[in-house]
């Protein structure tokens, strides 16, 4: 951000949200530890990833977007999710003090 007054408005977009991705600028993600930022930075890459894929192939169709209870539900942190993601980012990590 080049202004306080634009990193303002990026946190107000932002809200309770997880991330925000910025025109012509990256994303941003807030999570409350580094690996779970880490873990979200990465779903978020690869959902990015599979959108122009799906729009590359022309499946634009309203019948595959998700709708927001179906975003819903798929937004889970059940299953050590951050846990085993993080495990496979940093496998064989030399600096992975908790390996």
């Known amino acids: 951000m080049r202004s306080d007054a634009a990193a303002a408005r990026l946190a107000e977009q932002l ?7 910025m025109r012509g600028n990256g ?3 807030a999570a409350g530890s580094i690996q779970h930022a880490v873990v979200l930075t990465w ?13 590359a192939a022309g499946l634009q ?3 595959v977007i998700l709708s927001a ?10 299953g050590l999710i951050f846990e085993r993601m993080w495990e496979h980012l ?4 030399p600096e ?4």
Do not use: I, N, P
């Open 15 to 21: 809200g309770a949200g997880k991330a925000l991705v």
């Open 96 to 99: 992975d003090v908790h390996a």
């Open 27 to 29: 994303a941003v993600v």
């Open 43 to 55: 779903y978020l890459e690869d959902a990015a990833r599979v959108e122009l894929e799906v729009l």
């Open 61 to 63: 169709d309203a019948s």
């Open 90 to 93: 940093t496998a064989g990590d």
């Open 69 to 78: 209870a179906e975003c819903a539900q798929r937004a889970t942190t059940a």
